[in-house]
Every structure is written in structure tokens, then in C-alpha cells.
């Protein structure tokens, strides 16, 4: 048991050596260009006002270690420190970005904590206490981070490939001109209903992932697997296939999103959603350095399906209300032109790899781990060459290429529910006591 402890202890270390390096190796990367890294939006975040959100929703994970008492005053010593920033920023004419007043004593509030499980709490509290902390700053630090990464792929990826995966996209029927079709149709309800559900995703992430920790307090221990390990994993990989496969969606690679410095424009042409592009040869075309390159895989679908998975095991209302997000997050990523559905394919694959990767890491891995986790990589590395070197093709054939992409991702959905089923402890039935027999 020692043993077993000293190890974890070494992996928590590494873990959090390697954490650190990525967040130093972003600062420096973003102070190259000019821009604040995720290291100094979190420091900025203790005076500057920042955005309210991710703060919160971290404060809100972190109290899931706390009691309902200490959450109380965590909550109201928050609120007071907002407002006594804000009468501050009020009294000097400071001016706020956005809109954003709120956010400080959420950060405040977490950093004492962790300041009073190092000098106060001893042990599993010191312990418990700490993770609490750890999960609601990794929660803003992924934003900080994510922020970053999008900044360093629109610096170093001036030539994007939207015309190889425009083209791809025939193979489906060119969803995101349908759906942006439809947006507009249901325009101002249906716009604003997808905005607020694209824009809040985080927001319905925090809900599963505290019903999933509601009873960390009680317990005293976290679960073995949750939603935001998964949260987190996505969006740390994620980024590093926008570097591989530079995309900026159909909005801006074909509609009028697309407007650069100097009112130079950049779209190949101004098609979307009326008119869907041709079929040409592909190639590289050139873009501004502010648009993310952030599409392939699209990581809102991503994470749609892992809230939409990790909601299965809640209260009906919260699976109603998973299915719901996961729905309209796809008709926003294609409604609104973020996405082609090429796009929302491998966004599939690449969530359910990683759920199946990070399952089989906590339970052990063994045969059907791995056969799953292989299968899903190469589905989706599969997918991305396809996608960049066989376009045309893709285009030329859609009654064959369209039922062979909705097959592959259908193929790893059906073997990640038939492998995680598998994983599931089965109740032994209950032996039936043997009938005795009258004496004759």
C-alpha cells in the first residue's frame, strides 16, 4: 500500500512538473507576439477584472471538498470581494472589457484555500482540500490556456486547408450550408437559442461535473473518473491537432466573417450559406494571423458528447438536458459556419478515444482498453489523411465516401458502449432457496 502510494505521489509530481512547463513554454510562446500568456491572465486576474465564467465555475467545483457551511461563507466572502472591487473600479473610472465586473473573489477565495490547507489542514483534509483547489484553478487555467493556443495557431499557421476540407465535405452533402440555411429561416429565436447554448457550454459542463462530485464532501475522496478530467484532456490535445490540420470554418473561409486588417478579404469566396463551393483541386490559401485555425477536430462537439456521455447515470432531467446541449451544439457549430461536418465526425471519434483512454487508466488496462483506445486512434488519423489527401475523391464519390464516414464513427461509437457496457459491475443474481420436500 506504501508502495502503491509513493508511486502515485511521483505521478502527481510529473504531472504537475509537465503542467507547469506547457503553462511556461505558452507564456513565453505568447509573449513573442505581444499578448499576455495563460500565467499572466491568471495573475491579472487577481486585480484586473476578468471574465466571470470559468472563475466561478471553478470556485463551484473547488466547494464540492467544502461543507455546506464553509461554502456559504466561501460564496459570501467572493461576493464581498467583487463588490468591494467594483465600488473601487467605480470610485477611480476604471474601464472593464465587456462588461466584466465580477470574478475576482472567486480567485481570491480559491488561492485562500489553498493557503489554509497548507498552514491549517494536516493529512487526507490537507489532501481533499487541495485537490478541490487544484481541480477549480485547472478548470481556469484550461481557458487561459485554450485562449493561447488559439493566439499561437493564428501566428504560426498563415496557410490554412479549409478548401481540402470543404471539399470532403461534399461527401456528407455540405451540412453547413443546410444548416446555416436553417438558422437564418429561424431567425432572431432560433439564433439566439443557439448562442446561448454554444456559448455556455462550459456552464453545462460545470452542472454534470457537480452532480457527478456532489458527494466529495461527504466521501471524503473524489471519484475515480469525472467529467472534467475529460474536459481537460480534450482541450489540452486538442490544440495541438489545430497545428497539424489548420482550419477556420466555413464562415470565414467562405462567408462574410471573414474580413481582415485594412478590409483586405481573405474568404476564398462569399458563398456561405447560399451557395455551396465547387469542387475544385485544393490547395493552401493563405489567411490573416487573428482568426484560430480551431476546427479540425471541432472541440465543441467533443465536448458536447462527453457531457452528453457522462450525463447517462444522472436524473432523467439532467439526460434530457445532455441530449439537448448535444444536439444544439451541432446545429450551432454548423448553423452558425464554425464548422464543416467533416469536422463534427472527428470530433466524435477523437471525445470517445479519449473517454475510453482515460476509463481504462483508472480501471486498468486489458484487452478490450486497448483494442478500443487502438481503434479509435486510427479512425481518427484515418479520417485527417483522408480528409487532406483524398478530397477530390471524397467529393467525387459522396454515395460511397458519406456512408463510409457515418460508418466509421458509427463503428467506434458501437464499440465504445459495447466495451464500457462490458466494464460495468454486474449484480450476481440472487440464488433462490431449493424447495424442501414433505416427508412422506
Not at 472534467?228 to 495541438?240: C, D, K, N, Y
Not at 446545429?331 to 481504462?360: C, P
Request: some cysteine; hydrophobic content about 50%; aromatic content about 10%.
Amino acid at each position: 500500500m506504501a508502495a502503491c502510494r509513493q508511486r502515485r505521489a511521483v505521478l502527481w509530481a510529473v504531472a504537475g512538473v509537465a503542467a507547469l512547463g506547457i503553462l511556461i513554454t505558452l507564456e513565453i510562446s505568447a509573449r513573442r507576439y505581444g499578448q499576455p500568456g495563460p500565467i499572466t491572465d491568471q495573475l491579472n486576474g487577481l486585480v484586473f477584472a476578468p471574465k466571470p465564467g470559468p472563475l466561478y465555475g471553478g470556485m463551484a467545483l473547488m466547494m464540492v471538498v467544502l461543507t455546506w457551511r464553509q461554502r456559504f461563507i466561501a460564496a459570501g466572502v467572493a461576493i464581498g470581494i467583487d463588490t468591494l472591487f467594483v465600488l473601487v473600479r467605480w470610485a477611480v473610472g476604471a474601464r472593464t472589457t465587456e462588461g466584466h465586473f465580477f470574478g475576482n473573489g472567486a480567485l481570491w477565495v480559491m488561492l485562500g484555500c489553498a493557503v489554509i490547507a497548507l498552514t491549517r489542514r494536516t493529512g487526507a483534509e490537507r489532501v481533499l482540500l487541495l485537490k478541490g483547489v487544484g481541480l477549480g484553478l485547472l478548470l481556469v487555467a484550461g481557458r487561459k490556456t485554450g485562449d493561447t493556443w488559439l493566439l499561437i495557431t493564428a501566428k504560426t499557421r498563415p496557410a490554412v486547408l479549409d478548401q481540402y476540407v470543404a471539399t470532403a465535405d461534399h461527401a456528407l452533402g455540405n451540412p453547413s450550408w443546410l444548416m446555416g440555411r436553417i438558422v437564418n429561416a429561424t431567425d432572431p429565436i432560433g439564433t439566439h437559442l443557439l448562442h446561448l447554448v454554444y456559448a455556455q457550454l462550459a456552464v453545462a459542463a460545470v452542472v454534470v461535473a457537480l452532480y457527478q462530485l456532489r458527494n466529495v464532501a461527504v466521501e471524503r475522496r473524489f471519484p475515480r473518473h469525472h467529467l472534467v478530467r475529460t474536459f481537460l484532456v480534450i482541450g489540452l490535445l486538442g490544440p495541438a491537432v489545430y497545428m497539424i490540420f489548420p482550419v477556420v470554418g466555413p464562415v470565414f473561409a467562405y462567408g462574410p466573417g471573414a474580413s481582415g486588417t485594412g478590409g483586405v478579404q481573405w474568404a476564398v469566396a462569399n458563398l456561405w450559406p447560399d451557395t455551396p463551393p465547387t469542387i475544385n483541386t485544393p490547395h493552401p490559401v493563405s489567411y490573416d494571423g487573428i482568426t484560430p485555425r480551431n476546427c479540425m477536430p471541432s472541440l465543441h462537439t467533443a465536448w458536447a458528447t462527453a457531457i452528453f456521455i457522462h450525463s447517462r447515470k444522472a436524473p432523467r432531467i439532467l439526460r434530457s438536458a445532455g441530449t439537448f446541449w448535444l444536439i444544439a451544439t451541432l446545429s450551432a457549430t454548423l448553423g452558425f459556419g464554425y464548422h464543416y461536418g467533416v469536422d463534427l465526425v472527428a470530433g466524435v471519434v477523437f471525445a470517445l478515444t479519449i473517454e475510453a483512454t482515460l476509463r481504462s487508466l483508472d480501471r486498468g488496462w486489458d484487452r478490450a482498453g486497448i483494442q478500443l483506445v487502438s481503434y479509435g486512434s486510427t479512425v481518427f488519423a484515418a479520417l485527417l489523411v483522408s480528409y487532406r489527401c483524398l478530397p477530390m475523391e471524397m467529393a467525387g464519390h459522396p454515395w460511397v465516401f458519406g456512408p463510409l464516414l457515418l460508418l466509421a464513427m458509427t463503428s467506434v461509437i458501437y464499440g465504445y458502449v459495447r466495451t464500457t457496457e462490458l466494464w460495468e459491475p454486474t449484480a450476481a443474481p440472487t440464488r433462490q432457496p431449493e424447495p424442501q420436500l414433505e416427508p412422506v
